[in-house]
């Protein structure tokens, strides 16, 4: 998450080192250790309990769960709590998500039905958030860019 934060910062943001903003990179990487990484690992193992099995269709049937359940809520929590934790009012926070999420959830469809498809098949469980984690230096460099864009 802060490595994310990072390259959105400097790279997309192209706020240099005079301006990047140390905080938000923290309160990214508190995110990613507080919230994100518990509640994705977590939601692997209810997943796999769920869906026990490793071949093309139990992927596929994970896929589709992760996608048309977890996907969405995650997102629809993500979004409002980084708001939340850079000040914004409960009402400047709704109005952000109802901006935002429609094209973050929409963004989320483009990589990750792919990339969870190849990990539900592919990857061993305990290995599955690290996966996960490599790809999500890109994510969450868009991620951290919707949701510190007012």
Known sequence: MGLGDTISQQLVEKRGLRGHQAGRTLIMVSLGCGFVGPVVGGWYRVLDRLIPGTTKVDALKKMLLDQGGFAPCFLGCFLPLVGALNGLSAQDNWAKLRRDYPDALVTNYYLWPAVQLANFYLVPLHYRLAVVQCVA??????????????
């Open 137 to 150: 230096v890109i994510w969450n460099s868009y991620l951290s860019w919707k949701a510190h864009w007012l």
